[in-house]
């Protein structure tokens, strides 16, 4: 299994551009997550969604949307970047909601100008 | 959200065992207790998860106070690659998983 992978692994917009990450999981799970972590912070749940067709906001939404079309992909869009979006986006899925781990991709490192 | 404290930094022999301290002060009946670690620059890793009962799977063990208010996570043999920021956190929902400032453990020669 591959688990979660994430592409790009780095993006330069520029303000007031717009991108889509992408996230894939092969491990059959329902629940996947996006979270951002800013330099020596912590993580910021943005969207989550509990299964293909269903999405909810996170902490951190602003500026963001998702979709969700089969369980395996859990696509973040970015539009009209702005510096504030700058940081380290991490795509996550679970097989449950309580009492299993978080499995996280690789990240995509995001710098707006 | 979890509050949850930690040492800020610790240091271990390799080959020796690390144990990890985490005060859960705040945790409630149905949360799950779970220990994840992010190496520089990489995506968070999930360690290992429980309940009330002490739990071990390949990577580590977690040892869980009976009132819940404090856990430990075992390494047993601490290699260089376990260098990292070590994060123990509680929740009832995967939704609501917040990190708190973490451990950072060096694992030395």
């Known amino acids: 299994n591959a688990g979660v992978t994430q592409t790009p692994k780095f993006r330069i917009l520029k303000i007031g551009q717009s991108m889509t990450l992408q996230c894939t999981q092969d491990?059959?799970?329902?629940?996947m997550y996006w979270y951002r972590q800013d330099p020596g912070m912590g993580l910021k749940l943005i969207y989550y969604?509990?299964?293909?067709?269903?999405?909810d906001k996170g902490e951190v939404p602003n500026g963001y949307n998702v979709s969700r079309s089969t369980t395996e992909d859990f696509p973040l869009r970015l539009e009209l970047a702005a510096p504030s979006q700058t940081s380290v986006y991490f795509c996550?899925?679970?097989?449950?909601?309580?009492?299993?781990?978080?499995?996280f991709g690789p990240g995509t490192r995001l710098t707006v100008t | 959200d979890a509050k949850t404290t930690q040492p800020t930094s610790m240091d271990c022999a390799e080959g020796r065992a690390a144990n990890l301290p985490c005060n859960h002060s705040?945790?409630?009946?149905?949360?799950?207790v779970y220990w994840y670690r992010q190496i520089h620059s990489q995506g968070p890793q999930y360690i290992i998860h429980?309940?009330?009962n002490n739990e071990t799977n390949e990577m580590a063990s977690l040892i869980i106070t009976e009132d819940r208010k404090s856990s430990t996570l075992i390494l047993p043999h601490a290699t260089l690659r376990d260098t990292a920021v070590y994060y123990c956190?509680?929740?009832?929902?995967?939704?609501?998983?917040?990190f708190g400032t973490g451990t950072r453990l060096q694992v030395m020669l």
């Open positions: 956190t509680n929740t009832g929902t995967a939704s609501k998983l917040t």
């Open positions: 996550a899925s679970s097989a449950l909601d309580r009492g299993s781990g978080q499995y």
């Open positions: 429980g309940l009330k």
């Open positions: 705040t945790i409630s009946g149905n949360e799950y």
């Open positions: 969604s509990v299964g293909a067709g269903i999405t």
């Open positions: 491990m059959n799970h329902n629940y």
